[in-house]
């Protein structure tokens, strides 16, 4: 399995962790913390890079969700229907 991109949030923004990561995934998503030079900025308003890094707030987005609301936590016991509800309830796509 190959992997295609590598999202970080901002702060993990490191030349020499840029180096490493770019040997094995070639698109790596690391926003900078505070204000870019022209060669940042104009990295990150690359249509590629947005489009991965909005990908990267869904997916957080999600795993925040399921945090919240907890697997199985609608579930009335002895209901057939309100199982099948709480699982229709927590199927969800990641990303």
Known sequence: MKIGSRSFDKGYRHPYNMALLEMVVPDVIMPK???CNREESA???EKGF???RHKHSAVESNIHSLETRGLFRHVIPG???AI???IKKNLQPVG
């Open 50 to 52: 947005q489009k991965l």
């Open 43 to 45: 990295l990150e308003h």
């Open 33 to 35: 913390k505070g204000k």
């Open 84 to 86: 099948n509800k709480t």
């Open 79 to 81: 209901v057939i229907t």
